[in-house]
């Protein structure tokens, strides 16, 4: 029972290190904490955010200077999220088409 009762611990704990934040409701310090982001891209972010909401990752890339595709997917895997979704880059290895003549 005690093994169960520190496994069960040990996901919640994980899960909490995994959280999603929002780019949309995340104070400055929350955002200094995610790798990547310094006080100066957080500056950036909040200053755009003054102006209205980000609406998708798109509306975010290109209203804060200095963050692309690359730091988009980067932030996306620390888990940052705009508008509780995910970075998604354009295709995929899994949504690629396989030939059928060849063989795996």
Known sequence: MLKKLFVILSWLSAS??????DINQA??????????IGPG??????EE?????????????TRVKGIGKGNAARFSAEGVTVNGQ???TGSTPAA???DPKKTP
């Open 16 to 21: 909490a290190c995994f959280a999603a934040l």
């Open 27 to 36: 104070t400055e310090a929350e955002l200094d904490s995610v790798k990547g």
């Open 41 to 46: 891209t957080s500056n950036r972010i909040l």
């Open 49 to 61: 955010r003054q102006k209205g909401h980000f609406k998708d990752w798109k509306d975010f890339i």
């Open 86 to 88: 995910p970075y998604a």
């Open 96 to 98: 690629t088409p396989r």
